[in-house]
């Protein structure tokens, strides 16, 4: 199993960036696609996107798409989300979750096995 622990979360301005980094461990890290999601206050946890083992083949939801990229680095068993021309409404606990058995689940939220705690990002107007 792998453990998986999120950081980079913060408040910035509409229009401005962020980069969540998600470091696993415990287990071989190119073994496991990953996803991020997120959870607005009051709402149910939502996809955002997510990445192959190898980081040959990724998938965004349709909100996030030409403003998040994801990547991975698995010499350092971490995946990222670059976030950019961000909006108040992407306001949100984001979430990375591994899933060990499938090529890349996209967002299918079952098919991930492991999660992380989350970390709130906040964009002002």
């Known amino acids: 199993q792998v453990q998986l622990v999120e950081s980079g979360g913060g408040l910035v301005q509409a229009g401005g960036s962020l980069r969540l980094s998600c470091e696993a461990s415990?287990?071989?890290?190119?073994?496991?696609?990953m996803g991020w999601f997120r959870q607005a206050p009051g709402k149910e946890r939502e996809f955002v996107a997510a990445i192959s083992g190898s980081g040959g083949y990724t998938y965004y939801a349709d909100s996030v798409k030409g403003r998040f990229t994801i990547s991975r680095d698995n010499a350092k068993n971490t995946v990222y989300l670059q976030m950019n021309s961000l909006k108040p409404e992407d306001t949100a606990v984001y979430y990375c979750?591994?899933?060990?058995?499938?090529?890349?689940?996209?967002?299918?939220?079952?098919?991930?096995?492991?999660w992380g705690q989350g970390t709130q990002v906040t964009v002002s107007s």
């Open positions: 415990g287990d071989t890290f190119s073994r496991y696609a």
């Open positions: 979750a591994a899933d060990e058995y499938y090529y890349c689940s996209r967002d299918l939220e079952d098919n991930y096995d492991y």
